[in-house]
């Protein structure tokens, strides 16, 4: 199996009360001008793992909402009104990552979050992370 076909499922999915208040869900939370779970995923991009199943519950629609605009919010673009598309200026940093968002629960427990998300796999095999984990390691 080649590593660009290996899923990464990401535990998005938590209320992250130990972190207090917060207008924007746990993984969302910056660092430096991106958001914890972007640079989670990056890590694993650039080890050759761009397949990615976002496993939600808290916060989801954010996370969503987050990608979906991912585009427009970072580039430059031009856009001709009435044709829709637009046409971008500036390379995308994120280029071949594939994402799936899988609705897991809102009260759901760690284990049914995988077993919910682990049905976009489409493999036995697949690695399972938090939104949070942030580290320098060899994959």
């Known amino acids: 199996?080649?590593?660009?076909?290996i899923p990464v499922i990401i535990l998005c999915g938590g209320k992250g009360t130990r972190m207090g208040q917060r207008v924007v869900p746990k993984p969302l939370v910056e660092i430096g001008e991106r958001p914890v779970l972007w640079?989670?995923?990056?890590i694993y991009a650039a080890q050759g793992f761009k397949r990615f199943i976002l496993a939600l519950g808290h916060g989801g629609e954010q996370?969503?909402?987050y990608f979906l605009e991912y585009d427009w919010k970072d580039r430059d673009f031009t856009l001709k009104l009435g044709d829709g598309e637009p046409r971008f200026h500036t390379p995308n940093d994120v280029?071949?990552?594939?994402i799936t968002f899988a609705e897991t629960g809102l009260?759901?427990?760690?284990g049914?979050?995988?077993r919910k998300a682990a049905q976009y796999a489409n493999s036995h095999r697949f690695f399972v992370t938090y939104a949070d984990g942030v580290a320098d390691i060899d994959l």
Do not use: Q
């Not at 199996?1 to 076909?5: A, C, G, S, V």
């Not at 640079?39 to 990056?42: C, F, L, N, P």
């Not at 280029?95 to 594939?98: D, N, S, Y």
């Open 1 to 5: 199996m080649e590593r660009n076909e």
């Open 39 to 42: 640079h989670v995923m990056k």
């Open 63 to 65: 996370i969503k909402r």
């Open 95 to 98: 280029a071949g990552w594939t």
């Open 107 to 110: 009260e759901t427990m760690k």
């Open 112 to 114: 049914a979050r995988v």
